[in-house]
Structures are given as structure tokens and as C-alpha cells.
Nanobody, 129 residues
Framework: QVELVESGGGSVQAGGSLRLSCRYS???????MGWFRQTPGKSREGVAT????????EYADFSAGRFTISQDSAKNTLYLELNSLKPEDTAVYYC???????????????????????WGQGTQVTVSS
């Protein structure tokens, strides 16, 4: 069982920045890792996805150019840097992992929440205008 623990959420003003962290309990190769977000009444949507080998990084249209996904395998941690935040970025942010897959599978399912096996508990990000 892989445990994921997010941290780093909080309240900021528009234009501000936050760095979210997701610490996972077990390191393995060939892992697809991603960040999703969800607001009340809406489906969980993909924000950014990366593969354990570092050869894949994908962003949703709304996150490209403002958010950065990265990983530190030595620390068993996935990050999401949020810059130029907007009020519409307010949401609960979740990290997710699915091990034992290929990079091609990760690309094809990069924002498919059904393809991710393990999820964190979420961290709240609130952006005020």
C-alpha cells in the first residue's frame, strides 16, 4: 500500500505563489505521478503529470506557464509549484500515483483520474482577489 501525504496548501492573494508537496511512502520505478484539483460540484480535473524517469511532463491548458511539476526521488516527494495564482485556482489539490506502467501509458492517461491507483487526502488552496 502506497501512502501519499500532501502539504503546502494555504491562502494567498491573486498573483501569489505556493509550493505543494506530496510525500509518498514507497519509491518504485515506472511510476506515473500527477496532480489533480477539485472544487465543490465539479469533477476532479488534471493539473499536471510526470513520469518517474523524468522523460514526460504534461500540463493542462490552464496550468501551462504558471505551474511546474517536479520530483525528488531521493526525498520520495512530488512537488507542484503554483505561480501567478488566480481566484479560479481555488480548489482542493490532490496528488496521485500509479506504479508499474510505461511512459506511453502515462502520457495517454495523463489527466485520466481513473487511471491513477493511489491518492493523497488533498490540500486546500484558496486564492483571494
Amino acid at each position: 500500500q502506497v501512502e501519499l501525504v500532501e502539504s503546502g496548501g494555504g491562502s494567498v492573494q491573486a498573483g501569489g505563489s505556493l509550493r505543494l508537496s506530496c510525500r509518498y511512502s514507497t519509491y518504485t520505478d515506472n511510476v506515473c505521478m500527477g496532480w489533480f484539483r477539485q472544487t465543490p460540484g465539479k469533477s476532479r480535473e488534471g493539473v499536471a503529470t510526470t513520469f518517474s524517469g523524468g522523460g514526460l511532463t504534461e500540463y493542462a491548458d490552464f496550468s501551462a506557464g504558471r505551474f511546474t511539476i517536479s520530483q525528488d526521488s531521493a526525498k520520495n516527494t512530488l512537488y507542484l509549484e503554483l505561480n501567478s495564482l488566480k481566484p479560479e485556482d481555488t480548489a482542493v489539490y490532490y496528488c496521485a500515483r500509479t506504479p508499474g506502467v510505461s511512459q506511453d501509458y502515462c502520457f495517454r492517461n495523463r489527466f485520466n483520474r481513473g487511471a491513477f491507483d493511489y491518492w493523497g487526502q488533498g490540500t486546500q488552496v484558496t486564492v483571494s482577489s
